[in-house]
């Protein structure tokens, strides 16, 4: 090696360890994030962020771009009533229907509802939970060959059931709860979703295989339950029952609805509910179906907030992967 190489190795080494030392550090302080989100929400913070790109609130303004059309409408001075447009069920099996509803304001369509009715007498369902965080839509749909999976209700940071659970008759979730809105509930031979105004949960439970509880109520004796106004915004999931006692998902395609306007919207549609039960919404307000051929695969994309005045959008740190969902719903092929 020549007097000249000789030097230039010998000049690079201080670069290569301060190179060294920044790529150790960078390492350590990786590994120490993790950690910590592991320590702070378990397998389910980590696969939220690794897999999922995580999810932060930016403040945004009512007419804001980076906002749907639909959330922009919902938003202005005057919002348009929403009424339903035109919709026909389609038959995929004997004892289970899709169809899709229009949300029609101002004269356009705002916002559409992806639903399916379940005849209970020809279906079982399924209520599960993954905290890992490790499960979406698509991955539940193989898993369990369902026909149906729709998200479920609310979860803690850690992926578990922050409402009671009954999940293939083993008890999930917080033991000490009360509730007063509703719950889905299902045996081998009794399916239905519940008002719990005046009803203790462990009763409603009882002899079900599995159940769930979630809220608010949106639907008691086929009229609107009272739902204080706001401007939170979502992509929004139900699960209600009918007059014939069928079993009806929703899930809507935006996010033009409130809480308030959704319970009003669903009692003036021509669904005939008389139960509607809000699930879990934002981005993990889910619907897939896979039967004799037909095939759904929607999942959600918006939430937004109010707080101190101030709206507040969900949205990704990076990538724009799926949420996971720790809490479904499912129906099976008997």
Known sequence: MSLRAKRLTVASYPGQRRFRTVIIGTVVAACAALLGLYAYSGLYGINAVLRHGGTIWLTVKPDDARLSPSMRLALSESPPQAEPGKFEWQQIQDGFEAAELPVIAAG???????????????????????????????????????????????????GEPDTPLKSEGSLLGPKDYTAKHGA???????????DLEKTGWPQAFGKA???????????????????????????????????????????TAGAFFTLHDLAAFLAS????????????????????????????????????AEERGRLKLLSWVFGSRRAALPVVLAVLRK
């Open 108 to 158: 356009r369509e705002a916002d559409r509802l992806y639903l399916a009715r379940v005849n209970p007498r020809r279906f079982s369902f399924t209520v599960r939970n993954a905290p890992a965080g490790d499960m979406e839509l698509g991955d539940w749909m193989t898993s369990l060959g369902a026909a149906l999976v729709i998200n479920g209700s609310y979860f803690s940071l850690r």
């Open 184 to 194: 889905f509930v299902s045996s081998a031979d009794f399916t239905a979703v519940l």
């Open 209 to 251: 295989r599995n159940a769930m509880i979630s809220y608010p109520l949106l639907i008691r004796q086929a009229d609107p339950v009272q739902i204080t106004k706001s401007r939170w915004l979502a992509n929004r999931s139900f699960v209600g029952q009918d007059r014939e006692r069928c079993i009806i998902f929703g899930t």
């Open 269 to 304: 549609a021509p669904l005939g509910l008389t139960l509607a039960l809000n699930l879990d919404g934002g981005p993990v307000a889910c619907q897939g179906i896979s039967l004799a051929g037909f095939r759904r695969d929607v999942c959600g994309k918006w939430e937004l």
